[in-house]
């Protein structure tokens, strides 16, 4: 008789890292290092931030902060906000997230699909107004019976879910050869845990490169300004980033986050978000700067997918209205000769 090998999961969560490591091919021309990237899309709410999601809900219910029947109420409206409504319906919990009301309508959408109820905010408004969405999510968790507001750039299992889940996979994936990790810098979560974890277990071999947008205060403190990357950089120090775990911080700017976004979709098959491009682009950067020889092998963490970013950094009308002209021009796919 046929024996029937049964591999069923018994949540969604269960699925939440392992992630596989892939090497870049393509946009790596004359770079001798091997170039793997660390694919977070693959996680099942679609990005890295699953992870802390998990980590961050199995703390609060541990330490009875989170009781069930209890509700999330957390100021986000992207990665974090998938990831926190993933598990915490699986679990039973309420989620509440207020978001400004400069994010689009498709991200409210995928929020509220997931379960979640949405509580737009005023951007436009200073953070001290009692409007504004910080004072807004902190006004609903302190007056709905039983919430929790999570606060990513505060907790410290957001950097703890990196140094227990995604350090001890990367290290494992490359059999303890890995020479340099390199990831984009928001929270700070992913590059203090993981970065904490390659450091310890290299016994401080591993290089820990942050990469960082021109405009964020990580990099360059006197020149902080807007810009359109979107997902890393921050205007102050937030208390999940330890700044001596990074060897190095790369600066990359807009254009150049952009360019390898779009190189890395049409040449590698990664279709990325804008924070990928941004790393991959400082990682290069970085390997042709120090002249990485073929003994070195360089991870390259990319966050989420591209499918949140279609109409901006894929869009070519978008782009050249927002001063990318160059890029479109750079990145444009030649039609097949004949
Ligand atoms: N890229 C994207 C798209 C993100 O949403 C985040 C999380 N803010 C990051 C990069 C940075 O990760 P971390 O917060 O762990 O530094």
Known sequence: MKRVCMTIHNSLAELIGNTPLVRLNHVT????????????????????????AERIIDAAERSGQLKPGGVI????????????ALVAQQRGYRTIFVVPDKVSESKRAVLRAYGAEVVVAP????????????NVSDY?????????????????NGPESHYHTTGPEVWDATDGKITHFV????????????????????????????????GSIYSDPSHVHQYDIEGVGEDFYPETFDRSITDDIVQVNDAQAFTMTRLLASQEGLLVGGSSGMAVAAALNYAREHALGSDQLMVVLLPDSGRGYLEKIFNDDWMMSHGYADVVEATRVEPMAG
């Open 29 to 52: 021309e004359g770079i001798e290092a091997t170039i793997a990237v660390k694919v977070e899309y693959l996680n099942p709410g679609g990005s890295s931030k699953d992870r802390i």
């Open 123 to 134: 951007t436009d408004v200073s953070p001290e107004d009692p409007r504004s969405y910080y």
């Open 73 to 84: 109420v957390e100021p986000t409206s992207g990665n974090t906000g998938v990831g926190l």
């Open 183 to 214: 990831a984009g810098i928001g929270t700070g979560g992913t590059i203090t845990g993981t970065g904490r974890y390659l450091r310890e277990v290299s016994h401080g071999e591993v290089k820990i490169v942050g990469a960082d947008p021109e």
């Open 140 to 156: 609903l968790a302190e007056h709905i019976p039983g919430a929790f507001k999570p606060n990513q750039y505060r907790n410290p």
